[in-house]
């Protein structure tokens, strides 16, 4: 079984998910299951932006802190946010405290809310899914971009999202399950429903 740690409990994971017991939870029961939801994909979309520079691990320990901070990730709530907004965010010592980061996460309510004039930000991510999706063995087959990554970030900068990049849209597409990155030989693999062929 290469690239893989088999847990106490006898369960095959990716060296990442194999220790801290947060992460090992976020894998078990969250990563890379289909989020076609508008707030929950509006929520990983702006986790995912804050994450940047930092390890995922960080961002899950404040996850609750973001929730209550960005008012559960309402894009109506978050959309109507003022600079008074603004400065409260900053001086929350629960979330990382990036004012670029945060004035992104406003700027990208504000773009989904206007999303659903032309279908919404669900169908646009979605209709980013490749035909096929990666069959990695080891953590070093994972690509960190795609093709339909590359895709992606361009058509949501072009529709007014910001933070963006490919690298945090691909990292959004395995999050979702656009994606199976699952290690072939992990527990997890093909548990999404939607790479089940792939496994």
Do not use: C
Request: aromatic share 8%; proline share 6%; hydrophobic share 40%.
């Amino acid at each position: 079984m290469s690239g893989v740690v088999i847990g106490d409990d006898g369960l095959a994971r990716p060296p990442w998910a194999a220790v801290d017991p947060l992460m090992r939870e976020y894998y078990d029961t969250e990563w890379g299951m289909p989020v076609r939801d508008e707030r929950g994909l509006f929520e990983r979309l702006s986790l995912e932006a804050f994450q940047s520079g930092l390890s995922w691990a960080t961002i899950l320990r404040k996850r609750e802190a973001f929730r209550s901070a960005f008012r559960d990730f309402d894009p109506d709530v978050v959309a109507g946010f003022d600079d008074a907004d603004r400065e409260r965010l900053l001086a929350d010592a629960g979330i990382v405290r990036n004012r670029l980061k945060i004035d992104a996460t406003i700027t990208n309510a504000r773009a989904t809310v206007a999303l659903r004039e032309r279908g919404g930000l669900v169908d646009l991510v979605w209709s980013h899914r490749p035909a096929e999706t990666p069959r990695p063995v080891e953590l070093a087959d994972v690509p960190t971009t795609s093709p339909e990554s590359v895709a992606l970030s361009k058509s949501l900068k072009a529709v007014g999202f910001a933070f963006v990049g490919p690298t945090t849209m691909h990292a959004l597409m395995e999050a979702t399950g656009i994606v199976d990155t699952h290690l072939v030989d992990s527990h997890r693999r093909g548990s999404s429903g939607v790479w089940e062929a792939a496994r």
